[in-house]
């Protein structure tokens, strides 16, 4: 698979003249993580969609457990302090 960016080891890079992306460029300067992108693209699709699945249940779980609380506590008659 071919490299999203140039790798910041200059040994790595030696004697290669690789192009930089200006938009691969500006999204490492504000912070984006290309190793992630990277990793996560290497992956079979099926894979990918397994870990997304996965994700999203436990998202759906935890805001299944929010409303739960908001209203357990919506339940509960205020007590005075």
């Known amino acids: 698979m071919k490299s999203l960016y140039r790798r910041g080891n200059r040994a ?3 004697g290669m003249n690789l192009p930089i992306d200006p938009a691969i460029e500006e999204a490492r300067r504000v912070g984006f993580d290309l190793n992630l992108i990277e990793m996560n693209l290497s ?3 099926q894979e990918r969609w ?3 699945d996965m994700a999203l249940e436990v ?3 935890l805001e299944e457990a929010r409303i739960a609380t908001r209203c ?3 339940a509960t008659p205020a ?3």
Do not use: G, M
């Open 50 to 52: 397994r870990q997304h």
């Open 12 to 14: 790595h890079n030696a």
């Open 59 to 61: 998202i759906l779980e």
């Open 72 to 74: 357990k506590l919506q």
């Open 43 to 45: 992956l079979h699709p």
């Open 79 to 81: 007590t005075t302090r």
